[in-house]
């Protein structure tokens, strides 16, 4: 079993920016991948970023170009910087952490974005 604890959600802005912070109870280098999510209430779990261990990312196309996934080795966490957001990104952000078939996520954080 591995923990995830998410931080730095928060109500902002439309057009401002937040950083949300995954910290694991494994070494996030022990991942095949680490990955964000969000979902809004009724609604699924949507994949919207995920980095590879060998450091290659990808997006959704929903934050394509505005969203930003990274790995801080020092703080052994996964960050995910958010610019420009809009009101549609507003829902609860988890991260997971995968390795061969298994995956976990965190409790994860409210982002909400007001117009």
């Known amino acids: 079993q591995v923990q995830l604890v998410e931080s730095g959600g928060a109500l902002v802005q439309a057009g401002g920016s937040l950083r949300l912070s995954c910290s694991s109870s494994?070494?996030?280098?022990?991942?095949?991948?680490m990955a964000w999510y969000r979902q809004t209430p009724g609604d699924q779990r949507v994949l919207i970023a995920s980095i590879a261990n060998g450091g290659s990312t990808a997006y959704a196309e929903s934050v394509k170009g505005r969203f930003t996934i990274s790995r801080d080795i020092v703080r052994d966490t996964v960050d995910l910087q958010m610019d420009d957001l809009k009101t549609e990104d507003t829902a609860v952000y988890s991260c997971?952490?995968?390795?061969?078939?298994?995956?976990?996520w965190g409790r994860g954080t409210q982002v909400t974005v007001s117009s």
């Open positions: 997971s952490w995968k390795y061969n078939y298994d995956e976990y």
């Open positions: 494994k070494s996030i280098l022990s991942a095949d991948a």
